[in-house]
């Protein structure tokens, strides 16, 4: 049974710095990795999807990678800003059918 | 235009009344799911139609009953409501797997989420 793990689960940097959010799996048969944002009281919003054949995906200070074999994702943010405060969710979709697994996300707080 | 729509947005009613909450996504989408969002903010998956015939139920009580009248809607109706089940639950769909990534296929796209509060 697939289980997503995400660390930390809160984090709070100053305006500018680089940071790196962690998210593991335990099932390296996966079809996709997909990193999402929620804000308050919101939806999801999807940043990044990195296929399985996919090493890293890249959307503007946004950087994911995918290591399949250590079931291991980050999603990397360069130059925070406080409109990135959010909560950061990682889903994994598996390979036997629509099933998407997420973490329990990393609460993300960017002082100004 | 809102491509995945949910409604109602709020909704507070008693233990032991039947609701429903309706989705619907103009993304041309073959699947569609319900997520369930509890006060912990942890996201698991309820249910997942495909071209309208169920594809994953995740053991949930009998007393949720999806419904999928054409592959661009799915309604989640909820019979004899009880406190467990205040949590926001999410709407969202997705291209079939198995379809061309190169497209975007498989981007879970999400709907605003209905917040159901029972008392």
């Known amino acids: 049974k697939q289980e997503v793990t995400q660390i930390p689960a809160a984090l709070s940097v100053p305006e500018g710095e680089n940071l790196v959010l962690n998210c593991s799996f335990t099932?390296?048969?996966?079809?996709?990795l997909q990193w999402f944002r929620q804000d308050p009281g919101k939806g999801l919003t999807s940043l990044l999807l990195?296929?399985?054949?996919?090493r890293e995906q890249t959307s503007g200070r946004l950087n994911a990678s995918l290591d399949k074999s250590s079931g291991r994702s980050t999603l990397y943010i360069a130059a925070s800003q406080p409109g990135d405060s959010a909560t950061y969710l990682c889903?994994?979709?598996?390979?036997?059918?629509?099933?998407?697994?997420f973490g329990a996300g990393t609460r993300l707080f960017v002082k100004a | 235009d809102t491509a995945v729509s949910q409604t109602p947005k709020y909704l507070v009613t008693q233990m032991g009344n039947d609701k429903s909450i309706k989705c619907e996504q103009n993304?041309?989408?073959?699947?569609m799911y319900w997520y369930k969002q509890d006060s912990k903010k942890f996201l698991k998956i309820m249910f997942s139609?495909?071209?309208?015939?169920?594809?994953i139920n995740e053991t949930v009580p009998n007393r949720f009953s999806p419904k999928s009248p054409d592959k661009a809607h799915l309604n989640l109706h909820i019979n004899s409501l009880e406190l467990g089940d205040s949590a926001v639950y999410f709407c969202?769909?997705?291209?079939?797997?198995?379809?061309?990534?190169?497209?975007?296929?498989?981007?879970?796209?999400f709907g605003a989420g209905s917040r159901l509060t029972v008392l």
């Open positions: 969202a769909s997705s291209q079939e797997q198995g379809k061309s990534w190169a497209s975007g296929a498989n981007v879970l796209t």
């Open positions: 099932d390296s048969a996966i079809y996709n």
């Open positions: 990195i296929q399985s054949s996919q």
């Open positions: 889903a994994v979709g598996g390979t036997g059918g629509f099933k998407t697994i």
């Open positions: 993304l041309g989408h073959d699947t």
């Open positions: 139609y495909n071209n309208k015939e169920l594809i």
